[in-house]
C-alpha cells in the first residue's frame, strides 16, 4: 500500500534556526516524490520534486531509500516560510498520496 | 493567467440536496483530479481523470460521481450531500508523463463545502 506519513502537525521555531520537516513512505516500487506548500490564502503549490535536486526558496530534500524518507531542509527559517507543507508521493498514473501535513509556524 | 478554476468557492447544502461542483482549466492539460481536504487526513482523491471521455476512482470514490465530457472541464457531482461530506475540495490538473518523470499537479482555490 502506498502511504505517507507527516509525524508533526505542527513545527514552530524561530527566525534563523533551522528547519526539518519530516516525512516517510512506503511504495512498493520507485516512487516520486514532491513537496507542496499553502501559503495562507495561497492555493496549493509544488515547493520541489525530488528528481530536480534542486533547491527552492532555500529548501532542499533528499530522497533516502533505505529509511524510506523525504525530509524537508532549511538551515535558516524565515518568517515567510510560515505556511502548511505536505509531502506527497506519486506513483503509477500520476495519482498522489498526500501525507496529513505539517504547518510550520516561524516565530520572530 | 487562469490555470485551474473552481467554482463555486462556497456552498452551504442540506442534508440529501444535490450540487455539482465545476473544475475548468486552461493549460490544455490531459489529467485533471478531485481531493478533498480534512484536517489531519491531508489531500485523499475522490476521482481523477486521464482524458477527455474518461474517468476512474480513486481513494474515496463513494457518494461521488465524476464527468469528463471537455478536455478542460472536470465536474464533480454529490448526489445526495451528506453531513460526512463537509469538507473542502480541490482540484488538479497535470500534463502527461514525460521523461522528466510524473508531473507536478497545478491546484484550484478550492471549494469550501458544509453540509448541514
Known amino acids: 500500500a502506498q502511504r505517507v506519513t507527516q509525524p508533526e502537525k505542527l513545527l514552530s521555531v524561530f527566525k534563523g534556526a533551522p528547519v526539518e520537516l519530516k516525512c516517510n513512505y512506503s511504495y512498493s516500487g520507485s516512487p516520486e516524490l514532491f513537496w507542496y506548500v499553502q501559503y495562507s490564502r495561497q492555493r496549493l503549490q509544488l515547493l520541489l520534486r525530488h528528481i530536480s535536486r534542486e533547491s527552492i526558496k532555500g529548501f532542499t530534500a533528499d530522497l533516502n531509500k533505505g529509511e524510506t524518507s523525504f525530509h524537508l531542509k532549511k538551515p535558516f527559517a524565515q518568517e515567510e516560510d510560515s505556511a502548511m507543507y505536505y509531502c506527497a508521493l506519486s506513483g503509477r498514473g500520476n495519482k498522489l498520496v498526500f501525507g496529513a501535513g505539517t504547518i510550520l509556524r516561524v516565530k520572530s | 493567467n487562469a490555470g485551474v478554476t473552481q467554482t463555486p468557492k462556497f456552498r452551504v447544502l442540506k442534508t440529501g440536496q444535490s450540487m455539482t461542483l465545476l473544475c475548468a482549466q486552461d493549460m490544455n492539460h490531459e489529467y485533471m483530479y478531485w481531493y478533498r481536504q480534512d484536517p489531519g487526513m491531508g489531500l485523499r482523491l475522490i476521482h481523477y481523470?486521464?482524458?477527455?471521455?474518461?474517468?476512474a476512482k480513486g481513494e474515496v470514490p463513494d457518494g461521488y460521481n465524476v464527468s469528463r465530457l471537455k478536455k478542460q472541464n472536470f465536474l464533480l457531482g454529490l448526489e445526495s450531500a451528506a453531513p460526512s461530506q463537509t469538507s473542502v475540495y480541490f482540484c488538479?490538473?497535470?500534463?502527461?508523463?514525460?521523461?522528466?518523470?510524473?508531473?507536478?499537479?497545478?491546484f484550484g482555490d478550492g471549494t469550501r463545502l458544509s453540509i448541514l
Open positions: 481523470s486521464v482524458g477527455e471521455g474518461t474517468t
Open positions: 488538479a490538473s497535470s500534463t502527461t508523463l514525460q521523461t522528466g518523470g510524473n508531473q507536478p499537479q497545478h
